[in-house]
């Protein structure tokens, strides 16, 4: 069980480390557009009220990057792109989203 714990942690490590990176220079907010953005294991929020309100949300993204690891932004780009082509929303439509969205509309 603890091996599988430490998969879910190095498979996405990369983007955790950029998370982490990006929230030290930025001193822990993300000041742009998005309420809230996953990077691997890290959670960067507009403000503390942001990262509440969209923590659900965020938790299942995480646990996007821990199944898809490496292949997660890749993976969300390219569903993305394809909605985009078929002129649906890439971000709304994406199923990413849509499984995050999920957790939000159970509440």
Known sequence: ??????????????????????????????????????????????????LQVTRRHERVHVGQYERWGLAFIPAYLLASACLYLLGRDGYRDNPFELEAYAVDEAE
Do not use: N
């Open 1 to 50: 069980m603890h091996r599988i714990r430490l998969v879910a942690y190095l498979w996405p490590l990369p983007y955790t480390l950029l998370g982490i990176t990006c929230g030290l220079l930025l001193g822990g907010s993300f000041p742009v557009s998005p309420t809230a953005i996953t990077l691997g294991h890290v959670v960067l929020g507009r403000d503390e009220t942001m």
